[in-house]
Each structure stands twice: as structure tokens, then as C-alpha cells.
């Protein structure tokens, strides 16, 4: 293992000094705190004293200001988010990869249904239909004006999963070319909690419903509906039938014409009606579908839905600014962080500010910015990427992935920032997609320098890792790091962090409550930027590359690469 040079010389903005007894935060004098950014070492309690980097707290609170009226795609939000980003990045020196404007732009399609009919089936027997939002969901990822799907045989593909690296195909020995495929959600690991399977309870990527309708468009289905389990797919009806209709999507050459026609879910309840028609239960489907060698089941039934469509266009902006590296500027460290929120209510006029999600990851990848950029030149190049529409489905990422500024054949490795710890310091730097690479092992010694620890995500088979930006470098072979304090409080302990993670997700995520609190304790978020900074510096600095773990599914990508890296 190579190990960090030390700390470089000129870095005014990150005066590595020995930190100060801890204090308890007042609520608004840290915001006139001269500039000490993130300590090298630590007090004999383990975590860095109340000192951090002002400008931190001056771009959370600004980005997440009514001002910026939620930092919607396409508003004035976004507007004056990059602006302001755009003006951080020229104070602190940095390049920009796209004549001066430091934005990439990223054609979206915005894709609002008109019409939806119930999902109609029919077979040899009868007729019947499941109700739009109460027994299934459906809509189209085609920009189009209207889809429609007609007398589509329908058949039972498992998991719907194609996996090499484990041996597994749902979809062998089957033609599904205009045909409706049903499926599970999540993967046969979670089902059955055999940790030699998949990877146990930790979701695949295999399990996420986004790749299962990827790989029916890849088969040629032309529907793909997946049945609804609350407890693994992460989350109840109400979230896949409650929210808003409206889709978003990449505005690409083919309109997304490669997609299925119709894709969707349908309730647990709903989808044991189809295997009546079989004679089978719902659970000896289930069943069946967890031996590798499955064999899929016609439903003998057909299904017929229109749904239709109003198509606006318009752009979005990833901003980017780059360090250039002094001895191998093409080879580079990605900071990434979305920018954009939710925007306002058009009807209660409700500002969701998004201060946690993610005014916190986007000021962190500010502050980084202005410590590396008035720094010395590292030898690889460090882009900071801060990119749009992740609210939209990880738009902006997504785009970056299939149009990089810089060849990700030659990015190193990249560290994802997305709602940061505003709850004071952690011991426990939780790792949101446990040992999928050797980037753990790159930060493991910076947590423990501050007496912490490293520790995995307790939920993992929600697939989280899956549904941040990081995913869309991850999918092109990017060992991507995405962790940050835990609920393991060094004063309070587990139980204060648990009840603050819990109210997160409880009171203020995706609500108006999401606001700035001038009151929050951010010395948890001061460990977490230097160990972001020390990660940072040690791939730009040194000839490590990381690598997915071994049999992860990201690694063929990787590998594939290798031969094209200077050693």
C-alpha cells in the first residue's frame, strides 16, 4: 500500500495545525471564525475542535436561501446556483473544461401524462383490469406524443436478471420481442439472505428496479411491469403510486425508442390474480424464480394500456471546474456533489430549499474546491463535478457518464457527496455500499488518524448505493467512494444520532422543512471534509488505482480499461 505525502506546503486554506480542545457550538458565531480548515490530528476525545473552514457554512446557508427558490432544473433557481458556483470556482483558480463557462448543458425532456388508462388483460377465459395508482402504475420513458400496447402476451421472467459474474440468467432460452414480462423486485440474495448468493441481504445492482426495465428493453420486451413487496423493494405502495406522474428524461438522438413501450409496477394483491389464471400462488412463483436454472411462465393472459403524453424540452447545467495535475493532467480524482432540488410549490408556493439534500453535499464540494485550487498543483488533475437533475433521476450524472470532459478510462477514482451530517461529530464513517472496492481501504487510515471507524450502511438492501450520482460513473467502471458520518455521536451516542437520522427522514426530506438551521453542529461535517480532502490528495499524489472488489458488477468495466492507464 502507498502511503500520502505529506501535507503540501503552500496549502494556506488547509493549515494542517494540531486541533484545539472540543467546544460546544454557539448558534451563530461560527459564521465570523477566521478560515482553519481541517486538522490533520485530533484531541485525545477523537474528533476535530469547533474550527472549520467559514466559507462552509456561508454556501450551505446561501445555496439553501429562499433566494435560490429551491434550485429547480430549468428556473431562476438555477440560475443564480450557477452563478454562484461559477463564481467560487474562478476565486479559487480552478479551469474551466467548457470555454470559460464552467457548465456542460444536459437536454431534458420533460414527459407529463395526459391519459393513462387501467392495465387490461385478457385471456382464453375472461377479461379484467387493474385500476390506475391503486392496483398498478404505468407510464413511458419514450418522448413521445402517445405509446400503446395491445394484446401483449405476458410471461414471468423471475428476477428479470442477467448476471454473469453470478451465473445467472432469467432470460435464457427465451424470446420476449413484444411481449410483457413481469417480475420480483430486488434480487434472489435479499429473498432468500444467503450471503453466498448475489450478495445476501446487501442489494446488486441487479435488484434495482431501473435495471430490471434496462435489461426488458434489452431483451425486446415491449412492456415490463414488476410486482410490488414492500420489504424489498425499500419502500410502500404509496411511494410508487403517490407521487408525481410526471417523468424526466435525457433528450437523446432515438427519443429513448430503445425503452419499452410501457414500463411499470403492480401491487403484490394484483399480481397474484395473474398467477390464478395458472394455477400457481404468488409465493410458489416466488419460489421458483430463486433456482438459477428458471424456467419463465406464460401467464395466458394478454395486456393491453395507452398511455399519453405532453413533451416540453429544455436544459439543465452539470458545473465543472478542474485542478490541472502537473505531471499527468489527463489522469484524474472526481469530486461530485448534485446541485439541484425541488424547486416551489406552483400551487402553495412552498420554497423547498433543500438544505440537506444537498446545499450540504454542494457547499462541501465548494470548500474542497477552494483548498485544492489555492493550493500546490497536485500531479493528477482533480475535477469537481457538480451536476444537475439528480431530483430528476440522475440526469445530469447519467449525461456526464455518456459525455465526460475528461476520459473516464483515465479517472482514478471519484468521492460522492450527498446529504452531509449536520448533527455534530461522529465516530462511525459509514461506507454506503460496503466493500465494493478498495476506496474504503484508501480513507481507512484517515478515519482512524481521527479515532473513528469504518463502519457499513444498516440498511443495505435498499440499494442506496444505487440511487446517488456516484452510480452513473460506478456503472462506467469509476471505483467511486460515497460515505460520511454515521449516528455513532462522540458526546450523545447512538441513540441522539438514531433519533436525528430518523427525524431526517421523517419530518424534513423532500419537505419545505428541509431549510438552513443556523444552529446545526457542524464539526461532524469538518471531519468528514478532511477526510474527503486526505482521499482526495492521496489519488492525486501518488500511482494508486483503485479497483472494485473482485466478482462486484462494476468490475468488468474496470479491467476492461486497465491496459490504457500509465503505470
Known amino acids: 500500500m502507498q502511503h500520502a505525502k505529506p501535507a503540501m506546503a503552500g496549502l494556506a486554506v488547509l493549515a494542517f495545525t494540531a486541533a484545539c480542545s472540543p467546544s460546544q457550538p454557539s448558534d451563530t458565531n461560527q459564521d465570523n ?22 466559507t462552509y457554512r456561508d454556501h450551505l446557508r446561501t445555496l439553501a436561501s429562499d433566494e435560490f427558490e429551491g434550485r429547480a432544473p430549468g428556473t431562476r433557481g438555477e440560475e443564480l446556483t450557477v452563478d454562484y458556483v461559477r463564481s467560487v470556482y474562478e476565486q479559487a483558480g480552478l479551469v474551466s473544461m467548457t470555454d470559460d463557462t464552467y457548465t456542460q448543458m444536459v437536454p431534458m425532456a420533460r414527459i407529463a401524462p395526459s391519459r393513462v388508462t387501467n392495465m387490461q388483460f385478457s385471456g382464453a377465459d375472461d377479461s379484467n383490469e387493474f385500476s390506475y395508482r391503486q392496483q398498478m402504475m404505468g407510464w413511458t420513458q419514450r418522448i413521445t406524443d402517445a405509446v400503446e400496447v395491445e394484446d401483449s402476451d405476458m410471461v414471468f421472467v423471475g428476477y428479470g436478471i442477467v448476471a454473469p459474474e453470478y451465473d445467472w440468467n432469467d432470460h435464457a432460452g427465451l424470446n420476449v420481442e413484444g411481449k410483457t414480462v413481469v417480475m420480483l423486485v430486488n434480487d434472489p440474495g435479499y429473498a432468500t439472505q444467503d450471503e453466498s448468493l448475489f450478495n445476501g441481504n446487501a442489494m446488486t445492482y441487479y435488484g434495482r428496479w431501473t435495471y430490471k426495465f434496462e435489461e426488458a428493453a434489452r431483451q425486446g420486451a415491449e412492456a415490463a411491469i414488476i410486482i410490488h413487496e414492500t420489504g424489498p423493494a425499500g419502500y410502500g405502495w404509496g411511494v410508487v403510486a403517490g407521487g408525481s406522474p410526471v417523468r424526466f428524461s435525457l433528450k437523446t438522438d432515438d427519443l429513448n425508442s430503445h425503452r419499452a413501450k410501457i414500463e411499470g409496477w403492480v401491487t403484490e394483491e394484483s399480481a397474484q390474480t395473474l398467477f390464478n389464471h395458472v394455477g400457481m400462488t404468488l409465493d410458489e412463483a416466488r419460489e421458483r424464480a430463486l433456482s438459477s436454472d428458471f424456467t419463465p411462465i406464460e401467464l395466458n393472459r394478454q395486456m393491453s394500456m395507452i398511455v399519453e403524453n405532453e413533451i416540453e424540452f429544455f436544459e439543465t447545467a452539470n458545473i465543472i471546474g478542474k485542478v490541472e495535475g502537473s505531471l499527468y493532467p489527463d489522469e484524474h480524482v472526481i469530486y461530485m456533489a448534485h446541485w439541484d432540488h425541488m424547486g416551489t410549490d406552483p400551487i402553495s408556493g412552498a420554497i423547498f430549499n433543500g438544505a440537506q439534500d444537498n446545499a450540504s453535499g454542494a457547499a462541501a464540494l465548494l470548500s474542497l474546491a477552494e483548498a485544492f485550487g489555492q493550493g500546490e498543483q497536485p500531479e493528477r488533475s482533480i475535477v469537481f463535478l457538480m451536476v444537475g437533475a439528480e431530483e430528476r433521476g440522475l440526469l445530469g450524472s447519467l449525461w456526464y457518464g455518456e459525455e465526460p470532459l475528461l476520459p473516464l478510462d483515465q479517472a482514478v477514482a471519484g468521492i460522492n457527496m450527498d446529504m452531509q451530517n449536520m448533527y455534530g461529530p461522529m465516530r462511525d464513517f459509514v461506507v454506503v455500499g460496503w466493500n465494493n472496492s478498495d476506496m474504503q481501504d484508501v480513507a481507512a487510515p484517515f ?14 438492501e435498499t440499494g442506496f448505493f444505487y440511487r446517488s450520482d456516484h452510480f452513473s460513473l460506478a456503472n462506467k467502471g469509476v471505483p467511486m467512494l460515497y460515505a460520511k458520518g454515521g449516528i455513532d455521536h462522540f458526546e450523545k451516542g447512538k441513540a441522539y444520532g438514531r433519533e436525528m437520522y430518523e427525524y431526517l427522514f421523517a419530518e424534513l426530506y423532500h419537505k419545505p422543512a428541509d431549510e438552513y438551521d443556523p444552529k446545526w453542529d457542524l464539526r461532524g461535517m469538518q471531519q468528514d471534509l478532511w477526510v474527503y480532502f486526505r482521499v482526495g490528495y492521496e489519488l492525486a499524489n501518488t500511482r494508486r488505482w483503485p ?21
Open 447 to 460: 478515519v482512524a488518524a481521527q479515532n473513528r471507524y469504518l463502519a457499513p450502511e444498516t440498511n443495505p
Open 33 to 54: 471564525m477566521a478560515l482553519q480548515a481541517f486538522p490533520a490530528v485530533t484531541d485525545a476525545d477523537g474528533y476535530v475542535d469547533t474550527n472549520f473552514s467559514a
Open 547 to 567: 479497483q472494485w472488489a473482485p466478482g462486484n458488477e462494476f468490475e468488468a468495466e474496470r479491467l476492461a480499461t486497465d491496459h490504457l492507464r500509465q503505470d
